[in-house]
């Protein structure tokens, strides 16, 4: 079992930055993989940035391309978002994911992202 806990979530003007933080707990040497994924009211979830365990390896989509940075302190167990540039389209809930080899997908509790205009 791998649990996580999301926090720094809030309320941003557009243009601010927030930074979220995962903190995985449990099984947490299994991960090979930590994403972040988001959902708008009315849209689907979308995956918006991973990074592999070892940290060199880092994906975007191309929403966030260039605003939001992930990173990962193994040895604190968590995992980072750093969005800068905050639209009010980033408006959601935030997800952290955990991929362990043979089990499915881990998946925080979320959190609330609002950017005002």
């Known amino acids: 079992q791998v649990h996580l806990v999301e926090s720094g979530g809030g309320l941003v003007q557009a243009g601010g930055s927030l930074r979220l933080s995962c903190a995985a707990s449990?099984?947490?040497?299994?991960?090979?993989?930590m994403a972040w994924f988001r959902q708008a009211p009315g849209k689907e979830r979308e995956r918006i940035a991973a990074?592999?365990?070892?940290?060199?390896?880092?994906s975007y989509a191309d929403s966030v391309k260039g605003r939001f940075t992930i990173s990962r302190d193994n040895a604190k167990n968590t995992v980072y978002l750093q969005m800068n540039s905050l639209k009010p389209e980033d408006t959601a809930v935030y997800y952290c994911?955990?991929?362990?080899?043979?089990?499915?997908?881990?998946w925080g509790q979320g959190i609330q992202v609002t950017v005002s205009s």
């Open positions: 449990g099984r947490s040497s299994s991960i090979y993989l």
């Open positions: 990074i592999r365990r070892s940290g060199d390896s880092t």
């Open positions: 994911v955990a991929a362990v080899a043979g089990t499915s997908d881990y």
